[in-house]
């Protein structure tokens, strides 16, 4: 009987913390594939996704993107990343699938923005979102699209989430079957519904700035938080 109860509580308070991962082991890039397509036709290309005292770094250029081997449907990512020097542009990509669709550099995909004072933007990449005032936030629907000189950015619901530069922020990314729900330090900054991917890869960019990445943790979700 008490072997039977300990088994129980091992399972209880053990299963939780096994639910979680860390998609980073904090001392290489193992997990991830890298895809620069200045590395194409000269391979002694700086690699702009390097692992510096502990920490994932994008160095921002050339550009390109850091993308898992693995396909994630049904999840919560944890990020927390800081600009390292002159804040700037970067992004953390979802449902990543058909390589350099767009522009021969962005992968198929709903990127969620990390560009500085844009924290929680939708761009579309050949996929597509609907979210609340969609007119408000995305212009004239006239004018929407998926990809070229298309309206694919959403704006986020506050532009002031984001912590002084130099200060770590923590932006969690919810992707529950077609929704996606995003906070930015704690605070909801967009959702949106009817994302035409459910799943695929997960992808971070090299576009422009360096930014440091301390944490890139995934669990599975069967609901949205509210």
Not at 5 to 15: C, D, G, W
Not at 22 to 36: P, T
Request: charged share 20%.
């Amino acid at each position: 009987m008490k072997l039977y109860t300990a088994l129980i509580l091992f399972i209880t308070f053990s299963t939780p913390l096994l639910a979680q991962k860390s998609l980073f082991n904090g001392k290489d890039l193992k997990g991830w594939h890298v895809d620069v397509p200045a590395m194409d036709q000269k391979p002694d290309t700086i690699n702009p996704f390097i692992v510096r005292n502990g920490m994932l770094v994008s160095l921002g250029t050339p550009g390109g993107h850091l993308i898992t081997d693995k396909i994630y449907k049904n999840y919560q990512l944890t990020v927390q990343y800081r600009f390292a020097g002159k804040p700037g542009n970067c992004g953390v990509l979802v449902h990543a699938s058909t390589p350099r669709a767009l522009y021969g550099m962005f992968p198929k995909s709903l990127e969620v923005q990390m560009q500085h004072k844009d924290a929680g933007d939708f761009w579309c990449i050949e996929e597509d979102i609907t979210v609340p005032d969609m007119v408000t936030r995305r212009g004239p629907k006239e004018n929407w699209g998926v990809n070229g000189n298309k309206l694919r950015r959403i704006k986020n619901l506050t532009d002031d989430s984001e912590k002084p530069v130099g200060e770590w922020n923590t932006m969690v990314i919810q992707c529950l079957n077609n929704d996606i729900k995003v906070w930015v330090n704690g605070t909801l900054v967009n959702y949106g519904t009817n994302c035409t991917a459910s799943s695929g890869q997960i992808a971070l960019q090299a576009e422009g700035s360096e930014v440091e990445f301390k944490q890139l943790d995934i669990k599975p979700i069967k609901e949205l938080s509210k």
